[in-house]
């Protein structure tokens, strides 16, 4: 990874984490979504990274935000479920040993591989997340409403920010 790659990544990083803690901790639509954008960090990590790397930057990032949310290791391990379910999916859709790309960005892969990668690591992540959230099977259809609406809420705004920044390949 170049100096430049390290560079943006920590930027984004700050950015997507500091919309998320100061902007968007409070919203939430009737109780039944709410957006977290700063999945779209894990999400755009470089191919080449090393596993152990991902997990450790997941989890750290988890935990940033559970000591701002004051949640106890809920978005450690939903970041986490996150990372396992990007690991697993690129090693069966790409074949990083003749592909010059860096990062999964939609202009990099696409619009239909990027929006079921997306969508694929933001239902995994929000699964997790609000089951251990509300820890009860009695609130299972509500739990499941909020992952559904959040999740769909998530995905929207992760396209609208990479549209915003979309860098089509010139093919």
């Known amino acids: 990874m170049t100096s430049k790659l390290i560079l943006i990544n920590i930027v984004r990083w700050f950015i997507l984490l500091f919309i998320q803690i100061i902007l968007l901790r409070n919203l939430s639509f009737y ?6 954008p700063y999945v779209l960090f894990l999400l755009l990590l470089p191919f080449g990274m090393p ?11 988890g935990l940033t935000l559970d000591a701002f949310y004051d949640t106890l290791g809920v978005h ?8 396992f379910v990007r690991i697993q999916f690129i090693a069966i859709s790409v074949n990083r040993d003749n592909f010059d790309e860096t990062e999964p960005t939609l ?8 929006s079921f990668y997306s969508l694929l690591c933001i239902f995994s992540h929000h699964l997790v997340l609000f ?29 609208l920010i990479e549209f915003i920044f979309y860098n089509r390949k010139l093919r």
Do not use: D, H, Q
Request: glycine fraction near 8%; charged fraction near 10%.
């Open 51 to 61: 596993n152990l790397l991902l997990y450790l930057i997941a989890f750290g990032t």
């Open 76 to 83: 450690a391990s939903a970041c986490v479920t996150l990372v």
């Open 31 to 36: 109780e039944l979504a709410t957006p977290f």
């Open 107 to 114: 202009g990099n892969m696409g619009f239909r591989w990027f």
């Open 131 to 159: 089951l251990l959230e509300a820890f009860k099977f009695s609130e299972i259809g509500y739990t499941l409403m909020r992952c559904l609406l959040s999740g769909i809420l998530t995905w929207f705004v992760i396209l």
